[in-house]
């Protein structure tokens, strides 16, 4: 089968990142007042239900559908929160900017406020994940769920805490507010750590691939494997001045005039 090729199972997972957050930008631009950006967020319920749908299915099959069933439905649950979340439904309860030469406690405090609600439906996804793939054949679901958590919490702490390129290219503007909350700087602590852990996921998923047994699970190993390698690659675009917004820009109108004062939109 061609989809049991670890190189084509790699492809897909690349494709369906670019295609999926593609989509959800697209989709929030037009919907402009909040009335519309509230029932786009009800209105792709059925989403949300085939994604749960789909992990619950793909939990005890072993086989090469099972693996990419979980994939699509962790995609399609973290795309359904993260949709929530750039209509301004799902946010968090501080919608207002940060003053400038707040201390660092404090500007956390206020950045924990802008998606507090959002990070809270997040860990509750992945714990019921968590809980449903314990004993379970099949864990993709719970595992590239997973990826996409800690290298979204990495991505933002580091914004938080200061890198070189932040764009706000795809930002809303029901998320104006999100900017005044990170900053600019050369480089932070937690940046090398952040690359390095990913690194090292990469490389552990790679050797799970190269001995895995059976080829629904080089597919699956495959899958994460390169969902990781993107999360890495969207924290170098932290630090590189690389125009990445340009995989999304052809789908989207112009942009507005805005100033330098950018924050990232990568991915999912």
Known sequence: MILSDPWLAALAALFV???????????VRRAVSPGARLWLTLGSAPVLALAVWAVH??????GLA?????????????GW??????????TGPNLHPCPPGRPGWERFL???GTIAYHEMALVAALIVLGLHAAGAANTTAFWTFAVLFFARLSAKLNLFLGVPKINTEFLPPQ?????????????NWLFPVSVTALSFAVACWLERLFTAGTPAEAAGFALLAALTALALLEHWFLVLPLPDE???RWMLPAPKPKND???????L
């Not at 439905?73 to 973290?78: C, E, H, K, Q, V």
Request: charged share 10%; net charge neutral; proline share 3%.
């Open 17 to 27: 990142w670019w295609f999926s957050t593609g989509a959800i930008l697209v989709a």
């Open 66 to 78: 099972g693996v990419y069933l979980g994939f699509l439905g962790a995609i399609a649950l973290w």
């Open 81 to 90: 929160i993260e949709t929530a979340f750039l209509t301004g439904v799902v």
């Open 110 to 112: 206020r950045a924990w």
């Open 57 to 62: 299915g793909a939990a005890d099959a072993q």
């Open 246 to 248: 340009k995989l999304w």
């Open 175 to 187: 998320l104006s507010h999100l900017p005044s909350h990170f900053r600019i700087a050369p480089m």
């Open 261 to 267: 004062h950018r924050e990232d939109a990568h991915g």
